[in-house]
C-alpha cells in the first residue's frame, strides 16, 4: 500500500522546480520518475519513515531500481537482506563495510555468505570476530582447511581453540531466516 507526505518548499522545489511547485509525494511520481531514488530522497531530508510511508514494499523499492546495495544500511528497519533481496557478492558486502550485527538483523546467516562467495581466506577481508562469526552461522565443516595462520590472522587464536568454540554442524542454507 502507497502513502502520500507532504513536503517542505526546498523538498519540493529540488523535486519538482520553480514552476511546478507541488507539495506531496506518493509511489506513482517516484515510479514515473527514474531520477528519483531512495539515494536522492534521502539526501533531501526524508528520512526512513516518510520513505516507508510513500512505499511499505521493499521490494517494489528493489524491483524499480530505486534503492541500491549501498543504501540499505541507511534503512535497517526494512530488513533488506544483502544476499537475497540485493544479490550481493562477498565483495560488495566488504566493500559497503557492512556488519556483522547489520547482516544478522537483516536475516543473513553464514550459508548466506558461503553462497555469496566466502572463502577462508575471503573471510580476512569482513573482519568480524570470532563471536560474531559464530553468531552468523560458523561451523566446523568450513573450518576443516584452516591453518594456524589463518587462524591467528583471523581470529588472533590458534585453531584448535576456534574449534572449541564453533558448532560442529551446519544449520543448513534454509536455516535462521
Partial sequence: MSGVIHLTSSQSVALY?????LRILNWKIIAERE????RKLHSLGLNENQLLTIQTDKNAWISNKRIELCDIMLVPSWRIHATRDMNATIVE???MNMSAEFLQHT???FADLIGAGLTLNMMLILKFDLISWVHLGLYRDFLQDLTDVQSISL????KSYVI???KETCAGPNAAV
Avoid at 531520477?35 to 531512495?38: G, I, K, R
Fill in 35 to 38: 531520477d528519483l531514488t531512495f
Fill in 17 to 21: 522546480g520553480w514552476w511546478k511547485p
Fill in 155 to 158: 581470529f588472533s587464536m590458534p
Fill in 93 to 95: 558486502i566488504a566493500r
Fill in 164 to 166: 572449541q568454540c564453533v
Fill in 107 to 109: 536475516g543473513v546467516t
